[in-house]
């Protein structure tokens, strides 16, 4: 199976070299950061995980032409960046091509689905954890279950083939049948760390170690708990919190994607976290004053 990735930044490159480590064919595609592909394209890229340093070649480039052909494109950019990956890529795409998104946040689905039938889209999320240390070099700062679905129709030999070439590469991956489910699941955690992480300039322990916050981030999970019930995702309360207090407590000493965007003075992808969960609440009549309230208070922040 040959397989693109595409927003080959942290995540992205750590997904492209444990696939390339494991003996699968893979490329990575970044048209934004040159360096790194230029740093991948020299010396293969170097993957820091446990104290040691791995140099895994690979191929790596900044323009399309290498989604050519593949048989899986990985989606890896950022949600607001989505819509123009895909008008980049869609050309490039083989009658064949799956595409799997593994990002974080709602809504971008709909700017894959404008090129990809959804009997070839897979949607998932993943709990791994990377961190960009410089060009050509990550490091894998953890890791947790990825699991995806089929957006429609059942399972088949090609997404057993992806399931085993992932797990043989040491992602550990789940099939689910409940898409929504998994994307609700991680937004609801979403929705209360990545703004007050990003606000409050504090690594993501400090949710649940900060009365205040924690006050704050579960009455947010609360109010997007409604919301997912009323979108047909059903979850009772304390499984919600129980999973906002799992998710701070193993990421403690993480810094969210948000408070890194934030950090740079990059978008932040809020409009497809607490933005999602006020979009949908307004399509299904649930009021949501305080998601609402956080994705203003990042648009002040990050403008
Ligand atoms: O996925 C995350 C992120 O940093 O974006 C966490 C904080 C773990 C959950 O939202």
């Excluded at 999320?125 to 679905?149: E, F, H």
């Excluded at 947010?220 to 708990?225: M, S, T």
Aim: proline share 5%.
């Amino acid at each position: 199976m040959r397989i693109c990735i595409v927003g080959a930044g942290a995540l992205g490159s750590l997904f492209g070299g444990l696939l390339a480590r494991a003996g699968a064919s893979v490329a990575l595609y970044n048209p934004s950061n040159v360096e790194h592909i230029r740093a991948i394209q020299s010396s293969g890229l170097i993957l820091e995980s446990n104290g040691t340093a791995l140099q895994i070649p690979l191929e790596a480039a900044t323009t399309p032409d290498i989604v050519e052909g593949v048989d899986l494109v990985m989606i890896f950019v950022k949600a607001h960046q989505t819509a123009c990956a895909m008008a980049q890529i869609a050309p490039k795409l083989a009658q064949r091509s799956w595409v799997l998104s593994l990002q974080n946040g709602f809504g971008m689905e709909e700017e894959i689905l404008r090129w990809v039938p959804a009997e070839r889209f897979l949607r998932g999320v993943t709990s791994q954890g990377a961190t960009m240390v410089g060009p050509g070099r990550v490091r894998w700062a953890g890791a947790g279950p990825t699991k995806l679905g089929r957006w429609s129709g059942p399972v088949v030999p090609m997404i057993e083939e992806l399931l085993a070439l992932l797990r043989s590469a040491g992602i550990e991956t789940e099939y689910s049948c409940e898409i929504e489910r998994l994307i609700w699941e991680k937004l609801l955690v979403s929705c209360a760390i990545n703004p007050l992480t990003a606000l409050f300039n504090q690594p993501n322990g400090s949710i649940i170690s900060d009365p205040h916050l924690r006050e704050i981030a579960e009455a947010v999970v609360r109010e997007a708990l409604r919301v997912a019930s009323a979108h047909g995702v059903s979850m009772g309360e304390g499984e919600a919190l129980a999973w906002l207090e799992t998710v701070a407590r193993k990421t403690a000493q993480n810094i969210s994607s948000m408070l890194q965007d934030v950090r740079r003075g990059r978008p932040t992808e809020i409009d497809y976290i607490n933005g999602a969960v006020v979009r949908a609440g307004r399509r299904l009549g649930i009021p949501t004053p305080l998601n609402l309230l956080l994705t203003q208070l990042i648009h002040q922040r990050s403008q």
